[in-house]
């Protein structure tokens, strides 16, 4: 056997080995590292969604809570004062499990309201003596400057989810969630308020229903049995959109014909998730 045909190796690659040939030549920065990241993705090294979580984990070490936080206009809070069943009503409403729990003003958080902290309470025999203080969990405090891997370790060491965004005067300026850090690793995490992609309409319970903005108005009116107009917008969406007069925030909610319409997800652009409710006069 001569020397090159001794040097050839005929055992077939692992993917260890072929990592390792993607990082002969070591990366000097970011940039030459996904470079070489997406070059291992085309020659069938990594697979598309690994890359991707790869990409998002080294994006949320240059990323800040500022850059993903709730900001405070659109920040769902109960405020300390209310009764029992005025926390109920708003906190089904939101459809949210975590709650900030403000004084007088925003800025005076109190704690953060679980809302599976008040299903024992519904068979209580005291509600009246209830006091909202015996029952929030203590807030955490951040900056908005701070990246998004110091968040999340902070996260996960302290087992929080939620967190109270503050600037630099010490002022209320948003909330962020431990969702929202791994949506930027890992892409949009679905809850059960999210609807298949092939379909447009869920029903959530015997009274609510969860339906994508995108729904054409006929597909709603075949749904739902009613008979609005599609003359002027085509989706439901543009329906409510409408009906508000502007771009709504999470959470406002608005009556058309014989529904209550509770927006459950939007941005600055656009309405994306609804949920569809019996208009109060309608349950009358």
């Not at 499990?97 to 519904?122: C, H, Q, T």
């Not at 005067?169 to 949009?188: R, W």
């Not at 502007?246 to 656009?270: C, K, M, W, Y």
Request: glycine content about 4%; aromatic content about 6%.
């Amino acid at each position: 056997m001569t020397d090159d045909q001794s040097s050839i190796d005929p055992r077939p690659k692992s993917w260890i080995d072929k990592i390792a040939q993607v990082f002969s030549d070591e990366p000097t920065d970011t940039k030459s590292l996904l470079e070489l990241l997406r070059n291992a993705e085309q020659d069938q090294v990594l697979d598309a969604d690994a890359l991707g979580i790869i990409e998002g984990a080294l994006q949320v070490s240059s990323m800040q809570v500022r850059d993903i936080m709730i900001p405070r206009s659109q920040v769902v809070t109960v405020a300390a004062d209310l009764t029992l069943n005025e926390i109920l009503d708003a906190v089904s409403k939101a459809s949210h499990s975590r709650f900030p729990v403000v004084g007088e003003n925003v800025d005076n958080v109190m704690g953060i309201l679980l809302a599976k902290d008040l299903l024992p309470l519904l068979q209580s025999e005291n509600q009246e003596k209830f006091e909202i203080k015996d029952i929030v969990r203590p807030a955490t405090f951040v900056p908005e400057s701070k990246t998004l891997n110091v968040l999340l370790k902070e996260f996960r060491e302290t087992r929080q989810h939620m967190a109270i965004v503050i600037d630099e005067y010490g002022s209320v300026c948003g909330v962020v969630t431990i969702e929202d850090v791994l949506e930027q690793i890992v892409g949009e995490i679905e809850d059960e308020f999210d609807v298949d992609d092939d379909s447009y309409i869920k029903k959530f319970d015997e009274d609510n229903y969860i339906v994508k903005a995108l729904t054409p108005v006929g597909e709603f009116n075949e749904y739902f049995d009613t008979e609005f107009s599609d003359q002027e917008f085509t989706t439901i969406g543009g329906l409510v959109l409408q009906q508000f007069g502007h771009i709504p925030e999470r959470s406002e909610s608005v009556e058309i014909g014989p529904f209550l319409i509770t927006v459950l997800n939007a941005d600055s652009r656009q309405i994306k998730l609804l949920k569809v409710s019996s208009a109060p006069e309608a349950q009358a």
